[in-house]
Structure formats: C-alpha cells, structure tokens
C-alpha cells in the first residue's frame, strides 16, 4: 500500500481495488489472514476497514498455493550441476565447483572472475561510492539500515566492456537471461563493517512488497564475487546451516530461494571485517524482466 493507501479512518478512505487486489495476493502466496491483519494494522488501517477487507476476500481467495513454488519444473535460476562436475563452461571461461549444497541451495565458485577484472570493477566503482541502503519494503523505497554499514553503488546493465562481460558470464553461467538481472552492486567493507542476518527476497507480507515487485517481480537468487579479501574476517554466512565462506577473491557464492519463506533456510550475512577491506560484487536475479 502506498502512503495514500493508509487511512486515519475507515469512514474516510473506502477500500480500493488495489487494496482487494493485495489481499488476494498475500492470501494466494500462503500468507494467513492473522498474518495480513497485523501488517495492515502496522500499516494504519482501522478494525472495521481490516474486517470488511478480509471478511469477504477469505472466501473468494483461492487455495495457498505455497507448495506449487516448490514443484519440479518452476523455472529458477542457477547452474548445471549434473554428473557433479568440478568445472562449468560460462562462455569465455572455466568456472571450479568448489562446493554444492542443496538445503540451503549454495554453490561456490572458483575462478568466477579474474584478478584484472576484479580491479577493474573496484577502480570504476571508487569515486561511485556511498552509505549502502537496504530496500525498505514497508514503503517500496529504499533506506539506510543499522545491520548495514558498507559503502556501495550501482552499475546499470551493460555500462561498460567489463560490466558486459561479468554479467553475460553470469547469464550463461547460472541459465539465467541478463535482462531478468538488478543491477551489478559493488560494495566496501571498511574494517568493523558488517551485513547482519538477512533474507535477500522480499517479504509479500510487507505493504510496499507490490510496489517492489513491479519492476521485475520476485528476487530468486543472488551471487556475491568477491573482489578484494580482507586480512581477517568478513565471510559469509548461512547461520540456518551452519556455513560460512570465506571471501576469496575471485570466488563467488550463490543461492536460491524457490519462495520468499524462511524454509528456504537462506538467512545469510556478512560477518564483520577484522582486519582489511573487502569488496564484493552483488548481483539478484528476478523472476522476469527487471526495469
């Protein structure tokens, strides 16, 4: 729901079609009536607007679909990993498998990229610097974050020779079209600097989830390259499996979440730099076509 959408009162803002539309939404990606009453309350919604929103949608809602999400055959991004081999064709070079992992769905990766583009991404992306910013799902925009302190910035798709040639690398590599890709995100990690736990899909039961959703639909999958390892510290870590990888440069860690649900056991985040700095690369894959 966007600011307009939340009324001091119900007598004062009568329920929109948006409104049915994001409940029915929530209802179908298997999120519970308790669940969708105290996001709208957090959100300013009346008691009375809550039950005349809810009340008539439960019944025409169709059945939780949570399961389909996770059926054989969804489409989703990531790597042949087939007869368990050691290294992957991408294109213009042979990526190691290092490790697999199928709950969570990790796979890290050796050799992703090369000392030369690893400078050439930090030294394009130095003057670009600023606070990182996490997306903020209550309203659909973006906000600094406490459990959040590095400094980073943005490449647009194909901006330069070698922000093209990481990503069609990725594409190849992880079966995914480039389109369906955010962004190429480059972040420093001074020393103390840290990511806390975290999910990287975006929660539908937040009110501005729709608004997110709208320039590419659902985050399925993200990989982190490492760019610059630091001295001590700053792995990432999985703390549902008990995992951490430590930052290599040139490797990268990816994985993927069928649902946007904790089940999916990828809680991650990046543990504090002790001594150095680190620099990675972020890229999230969408479900279609990001804009």
């Known amino acids: 729901m966007t600011d307009s959408q939340q009324p001091t009162s ?38 009375d607007a809550i039950d005349a929103a809810l009340g008539a949608e439960v019944v025409a809602a169709p059945p939780p679909p949570a399961a389909k999400a996770a059926q054989p055959g969804i489409p989703m991004p990531g790597p042949m990993l087939e007869g368990s ?20 769905h990790v796979v890290v990766f050796g050799d ?23 997306v903020e799902t209550k309203t659909g925009g973006e906000a600094l974050n406490v459990d959040r302190t590095s400094d980073g910035m943005f490449f647009t798709r194909g901006e330069n020779a070698i922000v093209q040639r990481v990503e069609a690398r990725i594409a190849r590599l992880l079966n995914w079209p480039v389109e369906f890709g955010e962004g190429l995100q480059i972040l420093r990690y001074a020393p103390g600097a840290q990511y806390r736990p975290h999910y990287d899909y975006f929660d539908p039961a937040e009110p501005g989830t729709p608004t997110i959703l709208r320039r590419g639909g659902q985050r399925l999958a993200t ?43 990828t809680l991650h985040g990046g543990a504090p730099v002790l ?14 076509e990001f804009n």
């Open 223 to 265: 990989l982190v390259i490492y760019l610059q390892e630091p001295a001590q510290g700053g792995g990432t870590t999985f703390p549902d499996a008990g995992l951490e990888v430590a930052p290599c440069r040139g490797t990268g860690v990816f994985f993927s979440y069928e649902r946007p649900d904790p089940s999916t056991r």
């Open 85 to 104: 081999p050691t290294t992957i064709d991408a294109g213009d070079r042979q990526v190691r498998v290092l490790l697999t992992m199928r709950h969570p």
């Open 10 to 47: 119900y007598s004062r803002q009568p329920l929109s079609d948006d409104l049915r539309r994001w409940v029915n939404e929530q209802l179908a990606a298997g999120h519970t009536t308790a669940a969708l009453r105290s996001s709208m309350r957090e959100a300013g919604w009346m008691q």
């Open 112 to 134: 992703l990229v090369s000392q030369e583009e690893c400078e050439a991404l930090i030294a394009s992306a130095r003057e670009r610097l600023a606070r990182s910013l996490t």
């Open 275 to 288: 001594a150095g700095e680190k620099w990675v690369a972020t890229k999230w894959l969408r479900e279609r």
